[in-house]
């Protein structure tokens, strides 16, 4: 760091409970109470399920099994938490092959292991208080990308269906370089192929085993728990969307989401 004299400023956060935060007066670094300096942030990296677009296993199986929570806990176990579903995130198992095996191990009829893929892909919509922030980072300079776990056939749905992907510098889908999150080779692969340096880029995702494994690798992150409470740590934790913008929600019509 280059010897220059900036103004401190000390701010109570309340998003880490009284804990002390020394912000350089610039709003581009800050020192933590432990002394360690985090850079001027520039990229943005979100994940998809459950961050951009909603993820609500439960309420799949709802739908999809009413009234019978013994299915419902069944395909849970044998499908959805089974490693076969990570197997087709990291794109080493397909999804036919994929259904075979679900059928085999829930004892459900094969048309019906084939409306659970179909109804996975089409319940990961937009949460639109989550791309007016994207919209809002984008306007402010940030540079955006997406590091994901999702399968070949769901990533290529959603692709034809939305058309936000060139809101994004660089995307890192799971299936199509064969690295799943929360392994460090994705993320470095990230930086690698799109010249990322770590400590400039702020990871969002919803799992926390993600979220530290982005720490580790010397990225700053915010563990996802809602547009609004996201918006507070970007603002409180990280000097960004210090000015309040009225046409966020309004923009992201032009996304269509």
Not at 3 to 26: A, C, Q, Y
């Amino acid at each position: 760091m280059n010897k220059r004299s900036f103004k401190r400023r000390r701010v109570i956060s309340p998003v880490s409970k009284g804990s002390e935060r020394l912000f350089l007066s610039d709003g581009q670094h800050w020192f933590s109470n432990g002394g360690v300096m985090k850079g001027t942030i520039r990229n943005i990296v979100f994940d998809l399920g459950g961050v951009l677009l909603e993820w609500k296993p439960d309420q799949i199986l709802a739908q999809l099994y009413p009234e019978d929570p013994g299915t419902q806990a069944l395909v849970k176990k044998e499908v959805l938490q089974h490693p076969d579903w990570l197997a087709l995130d990291k794109g080493t198992l397909s999804e036919e092959e994929a259904i075979r095996r679900f059928r085999q191990r829930t004892g459900r009829p094969l048309p019906e292991m084939k409306k659970l893929m179909d109804t996975v892909r089409e319940t990961l919509i937009p949460i639109q208080p989550t791309f007016a922030l994207l919209e809002a980072l984008s306007k402010e300079g940030m540079h955006l990308y997406c590091v994901s776990n999702m399968q070949t056939a769901v990533f290529a749905y959603l692709e034809k269906r939305y058309d936000f992907w060139g809101k994004f510098k660089g995307l890192v889908i799971s299936a199509h370089v064969r690295m799943i999150k929360p392994d460090a080779e994705i993320f470095h692969h990230l930086f690698s192929r799109y010249g990322l340096a770590p400590a400039e880029s702020l990871f969002i995702d919803d799992h926390p085993p993600n979220v530290e494994s982005a720490r580790r690798l010397e990225m700053q992150a915010i563990l996802f728990q809602g547009a609004d409470d996201c918006r507070r740590q970007l603002q409180q934790l990280h000097g960004l969307l210090q000015e309040k913008r009225s046409d966020d929600a309004a923009s992201v019509d032009s996304l269509n989401v």
